[in-house]
């Protein structure tokens, strides 16, 4: 069964960045497409940035240009490098792995980890 985990949430003032981790285990990592999401007290929660298996790389309006999104195959482990950080990034961010097999859609998601974003 597959799992994600994700790491390297926390408190960090305005303007200050922080690296998200997440490590996946019991899939073929490489086949997958995976993302960053979040979800922010009271609100549904939205996309952040989207890795294909292949390589392409999506990112919301909101962070592009502040948080970058990579994937290491070779480890299993996608990250998210978010700089400048303002308070509406504050969050529990989630990580997802997705792929086709057949007739289904196969998805895996991390249980998140909070970033908050205050001074």
């Known amino acids: 069964q597959g799992q994600l985990v994700e790491s390297g949430g926390g408190l960090v003032q305005p303007g200050g960045s922080l690296r998200l981790s997440c490590a996946a285990s019991g899939i073929m990592f490489s086949l997958y497409d995976v993302g960053w999401y979040r979800q922010a007290p009271g609100e549904t929660r939205e996309m952040v940035a989207l890795?294909?298996?292949?390589?392409?790389?999506q990112y919301a309006a909101s962070v592009k240009g502040r948080f970058t999104t990579s994937r290491d195959n070779a480890k299993n482990t996608m990250y998210l490098q978010m700089n400048s950080l303002k308070p509406e990034d504050t969050a529990v961010y989630f990580c997802?792995?997705?792929?086709?097999?057949?007739?289904?859609?196969?998805?895996?998601w991390g249980k998140g980890t909070l970033v908050t974003v205050s001074s």
């Open positions: 997802n792995a997705g792929r086709i097999i057949g007739d289904a859609e196969v998805d895996y």
């Open positions: 890795i294909s298996s292949g390589g392409n790389i």
